[in-house]
Nanobody
């Protein structure tokens, strides 16, 4: 699997951006997918994930209600719609194939194992 993310840019606080992740793979709907981000000087963090059929989505608390993950399995693309962007959303965003994606029973947390990473796309939000 090869992944290519795009769509980053520099926007003002409150604006929207949509990131895309194109997968070079024969059968895209075999894979659960996720977005991660890494801000300068910080560790890479989970943003959200989507199940292989697109029926389930999961989000970090910091983006819940503002970001939406979707996918088009026919076109082999995953999207990250980012609304009401904040300066703290500034980071390099990465898409990834993840394995063993599942919700922890009784919580809003998910577990997963990153498998394949795409290259990142820079998102900069100015105040």
């Amino acid at each position: 699997v090869q992944l290519q993310a795009s769509g980053g840019g520099t926007v003002q606080s409150g604006a929207s951006l949509r990131l895309s992740c194109v997968a070079s793979v024969s059968v895209f709907n075999m894979y659960d997918m996720a977005w991660f981000r890494q801000a300068p000087g910080k560790e890479r963090e989970f943003v959200g994930a989507i199940s292989r059929a697109g029926l389930s989505t999961y989000y970090a608390d910091s983006v819940k209600g503002r970001f939406t993950i979707s996918r088009d399995n026919f076109k082999k693309i995953m999207f990250l719609q980012m609304n009401r962007l904040k300066p703290e959303d500034t980071a390099v965003y990465y898409c990834a194939v993840v394995r063993d994606l599942r919700k922890v029973r009784g919580t809003e947390e998910v577990t997963y194992t990153p498998d394949t990473w795409g290259q990142g796309t820079q998102v900069t939000v100015s105040s």
